[in-house]
C-alpha cells in the first residue's frame, strides 16, 4: 500500500503551503478536493469542477480559504487511500495516541444528478487519546464574495451572494468571526463527523450523525470497487494502473459525461513563474486519450458518456479555426473568458493565478486525429457508431483534408509563432486512417479515393519535410531542426515501423536531446521559444510516450528502467502532476489526467513486450 510520512509541527510552525505532491483528491464525478498530508483542505469548488472555489488556500494561504483538521499536538502524518476506493485515509501518529480523517464525498449510485453534492470527514481515534482542532474557513468566489456565518437548528450556516454551506457537526462548532471552529478530544473508538452541504432553493441543511457517516462510507466504498471490478488489467503493475484509472474516473463530470484535463488550476509549472493556466475543462484532446485508456482496461461506460457528451453538448463550428473548439466547458459551453485574479498571490507565489483559458480560441489541428482515433476504438471495443455519428466523422474529416497544411499552435499550446509541426500533420493522417478504417470494417459511406489522396500525401510530406539529414530525426516543425518529444507519437500512431532506420534515429536524438535521467522535456524552450517566460520541468506524458516507444524498438530492458524510475516520481498515494521539477517535485496542475493516461498506455505495452 503507497502511504506517505512525515513530521507535521504544530500549528504555529505549520508551513504556509503544502507542496503539491503532499495532496491527495477525492471526489464525486461533478467536483473534486485536495486534502494535504496536515489534514487541511486546501483546494475545493463546490459543487462543480469549473465552479469558484470555496477553499483556495494552496494558491493564497491567507485570503484562499481552507478546512483545517488535525491534532492539537505534534504528531506524524501518513496518508493513504482505503483500498480500491477514492476514499483518502490520513493517520496521525502522536505520543498521546493515533488518530485518523477519512475524507470522501458520498457516491451511492450512478445518477446523472447535478446538484446533488456532500463532503464528510470523519475522524476517529483508533488508540489512546487526541485532541483535535477544525477550523472551516470558506471564502467564496476564489476570495472575492463576503459572506456571513450563523448558527441555525444545530448548523453552522455560510451565506454569500451566490453560494450557501451548511456545515454539520456532531461535537460543538462556533462561530469565530467568518469561521467555524470545533475543539474536541476523543478517545479510543470514538469518532467525530464534519458534513458540508451546499444548500439553498429546495435543499435544507441536513443533519449526518455519525451512523448514517458510516453507512455513506460504506455505500461509497462499495460504488468505487464495483466500478474498479470491471477492470481488465492483470499485469505488473495493477497498484499503479488502478490508481490511474480511479483517478482519471474522478476527472469525469457525471452530470454531462465531461472529462476535466485536471481539477485544479494555476498550479505552477515553475515555482514563481508565470505558467499557471486553468485545467478545469475538457480538451478535446485530453478526453479522447482518456476514452483510450479506459477503453483499454474494459471501461466502456466512460467513453459512451464521451460521446454523449459530443452529441448532446458540442455543436460543429463553421468558424475559419474549424468545426471543433480544441477545449469546452464541462456544460459544453464555447466561452471560456481567462481573467487574472490579482488579489491572490499564487502557490507559493507564483502568479498570476488565472481562470478561464484564452487557448479555447487556438488553431490545433492534432484534437481531430485524437478524437477519431478515440470513437475509431469505441466503435471496435465499446457500441457501434450512429449513422448520425459517422456523418459528423465524415464532416470532420472532409474538413481536415481541406485544412492539414495550415500552420497552427500545435499540441502544446504556444502562445508565440504558429507552424507547420510535425504532430498536427500526424493527427491529421490518424483521423484520415482511422476513419477509413472505420468506412471499410462497417461497410459506410465515404469518399474513399479523396481521403486516401489526402493521407497518403501527409504521408510523404511528413517524410520528406519532416525529417531532418543535419539532426538525423524527425523534428518539431518544417524549416528548423528543433526537437519535440511529440514526435515519439508516430510509432505509437502506427505512422512509422517502431524498427524503421529513420525511426530508430530519431529515438536515439531524442534520447540525447530531451532526456535526463528517463525524464523527458517536451521540448526546448530556448531553441523553440513557446511566448512565455521562463522554464518547464520534464513533461510526464511524453516520458510515459518514451517509455512505450523503447518497448516497441524493442529496447525493453532500457524501458522497463526507465518506467520504474518514473513510478518513483508519483506522489504518496501514486497521482502525478503535469511535469516533474528538477529536484524531482510536482510541478504543473494536479493530478493530471495526461500522465496518468499515458501510464496506463505505457504498462500494457511494457507488460506486453515483457510477455
Same mark, same amino acid.
Given at each position: ?10 500549528r504555529a510552525d505549520a508551513p504556509r ?30 459543487? +462543480? ?83 483535535? @482542532? ?6 467564496? *468566489? ?52 464534519? #458534513? ?9 441543511? +441536513? ?56 481539477? @485544479? ?87 498570476p493565478v488565472r481562470i478561464g483559458n484564452n487557448a479555447v480560441n487556438q ?82 459511406? #465515404? ?9 497518403? @500525401? ?47 534515429? @530519431? ?9 535526463? *535521467? ?5 521540448? *526546448? ?87
Open positions: 500500500m503507497i502511504t506517505s510520512e512525515s513530521l507535521r509541527p504544530c503551503y503544502m507542496p503539491i505532491a503532499e495532496h491527495g483528491l477525492i471526489g464525486d464525478l461533478r467536483t473534486a478536493a485536495l486534502v494535504g498530508t496536515n489534514g487541511t483542505i486546501d483546494w475545493y469548488c463546490c459543487s +462543480r469542477f469549473d465552479a469558484p472555489s470555496v477553499f483556495a488556500a494552496i494558491l493564497d494561504a491567507d485570503r484562499g480559504g481552507a478546512f483545517e483538521l488535525s491534532p492539537d499536538v505534534p504528531a506524524r502524518t501518513k496518508q493513504f487511500y482505503f483500498p480500491d476506493t477514492n476514499i483518502l485515509i490520513t493517520r496521525f501518529f502522536a505520543d498521546e495516541g493515533v488518530g485518523e480523517v477519512q475524507d470522501f464525498m458520498p457516491i451511492v449510485d450512478d445518477s446523472r444528478e447535478a446538484d446533488r453534492h456532500r463532503l464528510i470527514r470523519r475522524v476517529i481515534c483508533v488508540r489512546g487519546s487526541m485532541p483535535f @482542532t477544525a477550523r472551516v474557513a470558506p471564502r467564496f *468566489d476564489y476570495g472575492r464574495s463576503p459572506h456571513t456565518v450563523s448558527q441555525r437548528q444545530g448548523h453552522t450556516v455560510f451565506d454569500s451572494p451566490d453560494l450557501s454551506l451548511a456545515l454539520t457537526s456532531s461535537v460543538a462548532a462556533d462561530v469565530d468571526g467568518l469561521d467555524a471552529v470545533a475543539s474536541f478530544t476523543l478517545d479510543e473508538g470514538q469518532a467525530a463527523v464534519f #458534513a458540508l452541504d451546499r444548500i439553498g432553493g429546495k435543499v435544507e441543511p +441536513r443533519s449526518c450523525p455519525v451512523m448514517e457517516a458510516e453507512e455513506l462510507f460504506g455505500a461509497t466504498v462499495r460504488y468505487w470497487r464495483s466500478w474498479l471490478s470491471h477492470s481488465r488489467y492483470r499485469g505488473r503493475w495493477r497498484e499503479m494502473v488502478h490508481r490511474s484509472a480511479l483517478t482519471l474516473k474522478l476527472l469525469t463530470y457525471a452530470p454531462t459525461g465531461a472529462i476535466v484535463a485536471a481539477p @485544479t488550476t494555476s498550479l505552477p509549472e515553475q515555482i514563481g513563474g508565470e505558467r499557471n493556466w486553468d485545467y478545469r475543462y475538457v480538451w478535446v484532446r485530453d478526453a479522447a486519450f482518456c476514452i483510450y485508456a479506459l477503453l483499454r482496461l474494459g471501461f466502456t461506460d466512460e467513453a459512451e458518456s464521451f460521446v454523449r457528451f459530443l452529441s448532446e453538448r458540442i455543436s460543429l463550428s463553421e468558424s475559419a479555426g474549424g468545426p471543433l473548439q480544441i477545449m469546452y466547458g464541462i456544460d459544453g459551453r464555447s466561452e471560456l473568458p481567462e481573467v487574472e485574479l490579482h488579489h491572490l498571490e499564487g502557490h507559493l507565489g507564483s502568479a488553431l490545433q489541428l492534432d484534437i481531430y486525429g485524437a478524437l477519431i482515433d478515440s470513437l475509431y476504438l469505441y466503435d471496435k471495443w465499446g457500441q457501434p457508431l450512429s449513422s448520425e455519428h459517422w456523418d459528423t466523422i465524415g464532416a470532420l474529416v472532409d474538413w481536415v483534408c481541406d485544412n492539414w497544411d495550415q500552420p497552427d499552435e500545435g499540441i502544446w499550446e504556444t502562445r508565440g509563432k504558429i507552424q507547420n509541426f510535425l504532430y498536427s500533420q500526424l493527427m491529421c493522417w490518424v483521423a484520415i486512417e482511422r476513419a477509413m478504417r472505420i468506412a471499410t470494417h462497417r461497410g459506410l459511406p #465515404a469518399d474513399m479515393t479523396r481521403w486516401a489522396h489526402v493521407r497518403d @500525401t501527409i504521408y510523404r510530406r511528413i517524410m520528406q519535410r519532416g525529417w531532418s539529414e543535419g539532426r538525423q530525426a524527425f523534428v518539431q516543425h518544417e524549416g528548423e531542426d528543433v526537437l519535440d518529444a511529440a514526435v515519439l507519437m508516430m510509432p505509437l500512431a502506427k505512422f512509422i515501423s517502431p524498427t524503421d532506420p529513420k525511426w530508430l534515429s @530519431t529515438l536515439d536524438v531524442l534520447g540525447d536531446g530531451l532526456v535526463s *535521467d528517463s525524464l523527458v522535456y517536451r521540448y *526546448d524552450p530556448r531553441s523553440s521559444p513557446d511566448g512565455l517566460r521562463g522554464e518547464e520541468g520534464t513533461f510526464s506524458i511524453c516520458t510515459f510516450w518514451y517509455v512505450e516507444a523503447l518497448s516497441r524498438a524493442g529496447r525493453v530492458d532500457e524501458a522497463r528502467l526507465a518506467f520504474e524510475k518514473m513510478l518513483t516520481y508519483a506522489n504518496h498515494v501514486g497521482l502525478y502532476a503535469e511535469e516533474i521539477g528538477r529536484t524531482g517535485e510536482q510541478v504543473g496542475n494536479f493530478p493530471q489526467a495526461f500522465t496518468h493516461l499515458a501510464l496506463i498506455s505505457a504498462a500494457f505495452n511494457l507488460d506486453k513486450a515483457l510477455g
